[in-house]
């Protein structure tokens, strides 16, 4: 290595850094010897045959102990402080005596610098180095104090940024990346040792890449804001390539006359799908709420004209019996050819109603229950997210209580949630026009394989005659009410093996509850495998 190239690698801060360390550890650990520092002079006296003669004389020991013992105190107060510094200097002190006043024949030599001179000039060292470092030593413990609460406030501070929901980004005035939140890692899938000091264009596509230099610029120079505490919907990149969509809200610091950014960023391609999710629930639900519907009025109608119907054919054949007790059905007679025609035309047509209602019961049961097994939480989950979407004008307090042993159960989710989202709905508007409205939603083990599931309400309650009626199709109390809601619910329930009630609760309000079956937990255990 040149020397040139040595100088060019010189760098005055650093190294004034790295000596500031050094010191800094230095003075650390002397504080941690402070006791052993507090007693240097007699480490001299005993290193005292180590010292070499030439640097040391014999001499000197009888002339100016006080001298030879100045070093230690020195030492012992810069790096000690006030205590071990006093503390050397009174040791130092008495050892000079003893040497002076040592009986063995340690008489000062004639020209020695007088013993009362050496005193205060130990003293006054002694006392100087011990303020000194004592003063040293208070800054440094403020030091690491200011440092250790600087360093636990950005811990807490990182530790907000790294755990909002959304990525936090902090870039200077040129667009260089100073911060990159770890959801920001997870959003855009760069480390934050990647990206910083790289400029903030690269998390966005081509086309908008250099446009963002031209914002920044345009911002210092016209001071218009165009995004700067309004925020909006732009697109970002991430590095594999792909984009996907951003809300983004930038916000301005000043830092000792720097400007920087910080920008908020909210994934919206995971919104726009919980959109789409709750969107393709709803209309999962609305399809089989209408075929819900359609097969409980069928069944309902099916069930009614079925017996009118029979009645039909069974007097058709008490005519055609009658008739031919009295041989006249058999006659030539032209009339009674064309009763006779009459009568089997009307028998097969309460034989065609017959057979479509019997279709038409068919069709409503091939939608029957498809039945696998399904989170419950996730069910209830979804199920009250969808009911409860347009619920804040009801301002309804809902608690859920769910008891995670049960979970696993068998079901068709679709049906379910259907059933619940009757319930909560019902329950909803129950409550309307109660003071106290409160929803709960709980799920607890029952005795057997079976989770039980309730909808309890702060409504009305019901009635005894209400609580026998509820569940028959076309009973309602609504003036805009069908009254199949419930009935859908029991056949989807009676479905899934499981049973549905209602009862009034002592408290007010209304609970419905129902059951359903858990998965066998074999199953489970093979589910896995
Ligand atoms: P609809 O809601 O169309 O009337 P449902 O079968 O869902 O049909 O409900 C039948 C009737 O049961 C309702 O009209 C209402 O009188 C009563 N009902 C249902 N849920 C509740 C409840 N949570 N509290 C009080 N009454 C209820």
Redesign the pocket.
């Given at each position: 290595m040149t020397l040139a190239s040595a100088l060019s690698r010189f760098d005055p801060s650093k190294t004034l850094s790295q000596i500031g360390a050094t010191a800094d550890r230095l003075l650390a650990r002397a504080g941690r010897l402070r006791h052993i520092l507090a007693v240097a002079p007699f480490w001299i006296v005993l290193a005292k045959p180590l010292l070499p003669a030439a640097i040391w004389p014999e001499s000197l020991w009888r002339t100016a102990p006080l001298l030879l013992l100045t070093p230690s105190v020195l030492l012992a107060g810069a790096l000690g402080g006030a205590a071990p510094g006093f503390a050397a200097t009174a040791i130092g002190l008495a050892i000079g005596l003893y040497f002076h006043f040592a009986p063995v024949g340690r008489v000062m030599a004639e020209g020695g610098v007088g013993l009362w001179s050496q005193a205060i000039v130990f003293i006054a060292i002694g006392l100087g180095s011990a303020s000194f470092g004592e003063v040293l030593r208070r800054s440094l413990i403020q030091n690491r104090k200011t440092l250790a609460e600087l360093r636990g406030r950005e811990a807490r501070l990182q530790s907000v940024i790294d755990t909002a929901p959304d990525a936090v980004i902090l870039i200077d005035a040129d667009g260089a990346i100073q911060a990159f939140s770890k959801s920001a890692e997870r959003l855009f899938g760069y480390q934050a040792g990647e990206v910083a000091g790289q400029n903030v264009s690269l998390l966005t596509p081509f086309p908008h890449r250099n446009n963002h230099d031209f914002y920044l610029r345009r911002y210092e120079e016209t001071g218009e804001r165009k995004i700067i505490g309004i925020g909006r919907v732009v697109v970002g990149e991430r590095k594999d390539g792909s984009t996907f969509p951003i809300e983004l809200a930038v916000g301005e610091i000043r830092l000792e006359g720097r400007r920087f950014y910080t920008g908020f960023i909210r994934d919206l391609s995971e919104r726009q799908s919980t959109e789409a999710r709750m969107q393709e629930l709803q209309a999962e639900l609305v399809h089989m709420s209408r075929l819900n519907a359609m097969g409980e009025m069928s069944s309902a109608l099916a069930h009614e004209v079925n017996q009118p119907l029979s009645a039909i054919s069974n007097y058709l054949t008490g005519v055609r019996r009658l008739l031919q007790g009295s041989g006249t059905l058999d006659s030539q007679d032209p009339l009674m050819t064309k009763v006779r025609d009459a009568l089997d035309r009307a028998s097969d047509q309460a034989l065609r109603a017959g057979e479509i209602i019997r279709r038409l019961r068919d069709f409503v049961r091939r939608g029957e229950t498809d039945q696998r097994p399904e989170s419950l939480a996730k069910i209830i989950e979804e199920a009250s997210a969808l009911a409860l979407v347009g619920a804040k004008e009801f301002n309804v307090r809902v608690t859920f209580r769910l008891d995670p042993s049960v979970d696993r159960i068998l079901a068709d989710r679709v049906q379910v949630q259907q059933v619940l989202l009757?319930?909560i709905?019902?329950?909803l508007?129950?409550?309307r026009d109660q003071p106290r409205r409160e929803l709960r939603i709980e799920s607890r083990a029952r005795d057997d394989d079976r989770v039980e599931v309730s909808?309890s309400?702060t409504?009305?309650?019901?009635s005894p005659e209400?609580e026998a009626?509820?569940?028959k199709?076309f009973?309602?109390?609504?003036s805009?009410?069908?009254?199949?809601?419930?009935?859908?619910?029991r056949t989807i329930i009676d479905a899934h093996g499981g049973e549905i009630s209602?009862k009034s609760l002592t408290e007010g309000?209304?609970r419905?509850q129902f059951t359903l079956r858990l998965v066998p937990a074999g199953t489970l255990e093979a589910e896995r495998a």
């Open positions: 009757n319930l709905r019902n329950a508007e129950a409550m909808v309400d409504g009305p309650g019901l209400l009626e509820i569940f199709p009973f309602t109390t609504k805009t009410g069908m009254g199949v809601g419930l009935s859908i619910c209602a309000g209304a419905f």
